[in-house]
């Protein structure tokens, strides 16, 4: 927590001449009884591209500071024209008032400053040459940009903790430099023979199951070739001996056929007077067709 807490700042000449001074109401409060002086410090920044054109305009030491709310005016002189470049005399610019304890920064306040010629024929067509009497300057005392930062007071309590505590037990702990990542290539080994021993049991197992795989299927392979070279064998024989008694059967059957044809025409020159006649002959069943079909 901060001891000293900036209230509010009041820029009073505004807006002035650009050569007139700088007054500021400025009101803080302070919460404990402090054992130096505050330290203000109002600067012009010169030229928005380089911090060398920054100027210092005045600085004032604030002190004994009593306990509670305080204020004071804090004046300033004019930057110098010749630390400030030419083609930055005109426009938009910045000024910083600071305050600082012990010489350490705890609060800061920027305002933006317009510069411009009083009249609109001059800021229409500016002359090459600056006429610093006809310069006004506007500081935007609506828009101040504040910015605090944590600061150590009188007390080491109010320190803030920039760095981390002391560890006076590392000093007494030994260089670890040659044991720095044993316990990586070790777990990185363990890794490795754990991938192998994964891999020669895959292989293994991989193995094993061609083996089952391909013995019984290989043997079962065989029986069948077995089983259809003896069915192929039976199947010849049967054809065979199939095909004996079929020509066996077509020489009864051509000779029964020869002998039917033989007494079908007998039958017909001799039972079937009606057909010689030119009558049509009725049709006649025969018990040996019929058992022929």
């Known amino acids: ?118 009249s609109e024929e001059l800021n229409a067509e500016p002359p090459a040459k600056p006429i610093i009497e006809r310069v006004r300057r506007n500081v935007l005392a609506e828009k101040p940009r504040v910015t605090r930062f944590a600061i150590k007071w009188d007390t080491e309590e109010s320190a803030p903790a920039e760095y981390p505590p002391e560890q006076p037990e590392a000093d007494v702990v030994e ?29 293994d197992a991989e193995m094993a199951g061609a083996d089952d795989t391909a013995g019984p299927s290989n043997d079962g392979a065989a029986k069948e070739e077995d089983g259809a070279s003896d069915a192929e064998s039976e199947d010849l024989e049967a054809e065979s001996s199939g095909s004996e008694d079929e020509e066996i059967e077509e020489e009864e059957g051509e000779g029964d056929a020869d002998e039917d044809m033989e007494m079908g025409d007998d039958a017909e020159k001799g039972a079937n007077p009606a057909a010689s006649n030119g009558r049509p002959a009725e049709p006649q069943h025969h018990g040996d067709a019929v058992m022929a079909h």
């Open 175 to 203: 260089d670890d430099g040659a044991t720095y990542g044993a316990d990586e290539e070790e777990e990185l080994a363990e890794e490795v023979e754990g991938e192998a021993a994964a891999k020669v049991d895959g292989e």
């Open 1 to 118: 927590m901060s001891v000293v807490s900036l209230l509010g700042v009041k820029v009073l000449n505004n807006p002035a001449n650009f050569s007139a001074q700088y007054e500021f109401e400025i009101t803080f409060e302070c919460l404990e009884q402090l054992q130096k002086d505050l330290e203000w410090k109002l600067t012009y920044v010169g030229s928005a591209t380089s911090s060398e054109h920054d100027q210092e305009l005045d600085s004032l030491l604030v002190g004994p500071i009593p306990v509670g709310v305080n204020k004071f005016i804090f004046e300033a002189d004019a930057p110098d024209l010749k630390r400030i470049p030419t083609s930055e005399i005109l426009g938009v610019t910045v000024i910083l008032l600071t305050c600082s304890y012990d010489g350490r920064e705890f609060v800061r306040v920027g305002y933006y400053v317009n510069n411009e010629y009083d």
